[in-house]
């Protein structure tokens, strides 16, 4: 399986990187059917062939995710988002 692993660091209070969290996880629910679950200040997020998470430091945001056979062709542009998203959101 092919992982990503990104780091962003934040200036956001810790409810409002939660907040930012929720809404990224609420888009993802409804375009791609992604189950997520917090876990403390952890966002777990998965669907078939992702299985991640999202957790929140007092500065940081730290993204991990096992992609699958299929996605981890596509690696490139999914982490590309991922830090497209991070710099808007954060």
């Known amino acids: ?17 939660r907040q930012a969290v929720q809404q990224v996880a609420d888009s993802l629910a409804q375009r791609f059917g992604v189950d ?3 876990q403390g200040d952890t ?13 929140l430091a ?4 730290h993204v ?16 590309a988002e991922i830090r497209r998203v991070l710099a808007e959101r954060f």
């Open 64 to 79: 991990t995710a096992s992609l699958g056979f299929v996605l981890s062709a596509m690696r490139g542009p999914i982490e």
């Open 58 to 61: 007092p500065r940081q945001v």
């Open 43 to 55: 966002l777990r997020f998965n669907r078939p062939g992702v299985d991640g998470r999202i957790a």
């Open 1 to 17: 399986m092919a992982g990503i692993d990104i780091r962003h660091d934040h200036d956001l209070s810790m409810e409002q990187a």
């Open 36 to 38: 997520c679950d917090w």
